[in-house]
Nanobody
């Protein structure tokens, strides 16, 4: 099993920045693809970013590309999402997720992840 705990959410003005962290424990952290998802009120959970187990390959949703950066620190078992130039439409609960590597999984969708954190609220005011 993997346990994930997010932190760093809060209330910021449009154009501001936040740094979200995800601390992992349990199984070997480096054996999982790590992702960030978000869910706004009344909407489905959507993909935000991926970092592969190698730490070198990343992928971002078009809506956050150029503004958000995902990274991982294996020594600290931590995944970070740096969010810059925040917009009101970024308001959501942000979730960290860990996905087991299996055949047929690309880890771009929610169903490809096995463990989830409790979420951290991000609110961006206009």
């Amino acid at each position: 099993q993997v346990q994930l705990v997010e932190s760093g959410g809060g209330l910021v003005q449009a154009g501001g920045s936040l740094r979200l962290s995800c601390a992992a424990s349990g199984r070997t952290f480096s054996n999982y693809v790590m992702g960030w998802f978000r869910q706004a009120p009344g909407k489905e959970r959507e993909f935000v970013a991926i970092i592969r187990q190698s730490g070198g390959n990343t992928y971002y949703a078009d809506s956050v590309k150029g503004r958000f950066t995902i990274s991982r620190d294996g020594a600290k078992n931590t995944v970070v999402l740096q969010m810059n130039s925040l917009k009101p439409e970024d308001t959501a609960v942000y979730y960290c997720a860990a996905g087991i590597i299996r055949g047929g999984r690309d880890h771009y969708t929610e169903s490809d992840y096995d463990y989830w954190g409790q979420g951290t609220q991000v609110t961006v005011s206009s």
